[in-house]
């Protein structure tokens, strides 16, 4: 019996984000993170216009099949607004549902314990 059999042809995937507030810009802000939470793999693309009108960098490499995408205002505010956003790297044609593996809360956790001493406001749904 294959893998695919066993999880009733479902593809499990990661999902989250998480929205906050900074004085941080997106460059300096990407380095934090990537030292921070992601071992020290870079945000890169700010160049590459991932978003229309909206500045994004992006880790280059999937981390567990997932893209881990920094977007957010940049400048247009007294505080930048940012999504961390985490979603599949790429999906496969051949399964018939998809598992999302929201990981929201872990997130949250994790902003909460590592960034207690850095510029960030969480910004929670009903403050959107």
């Known amino acids: 019996m294959d893998l695919k059999q066993l999880n009733n042809d479902k593809y ?3 999902i989250g984000s998480i929205n906050f507030k900074s004085k941080i810009k997106i460059e300096e802000l990407g380095n934090i993170l990537s030292e921070e939470l992601f071992s020290g793999l870079k945000f890169e693309g700010f160049n590459e ?11 280059k490499k999937p981390i567990l099949n997932s893209k881990i995408i920094l977007s957010g205002t940049n400048g247009f505010d007294e505080d930048n607004w940012y999504q961390l956003l985490i979603e599949p790297w790429e999906l496969p044609n051949d399964y018939l549902t ?6 929201n809360n872990y997130l949250l956790d994790l902003f909460k314990k590592k960034f ?11 403050e959107q």
Do not use: Q
Request: glycine share 0%.
């Open 116 to 126: 207690k001493n850095y510029d960030f406001k969480i910004i929670y749904d009903e």
């Open 98 to 103: 998809i598992k999302k593996n929201n990981i």
């Open 49 to 59: 216009s991932i978003y229309e009108e909206i500045p994004a960098v992006y880790i």
């Open 12 to 14: 499990s995937i990661l």
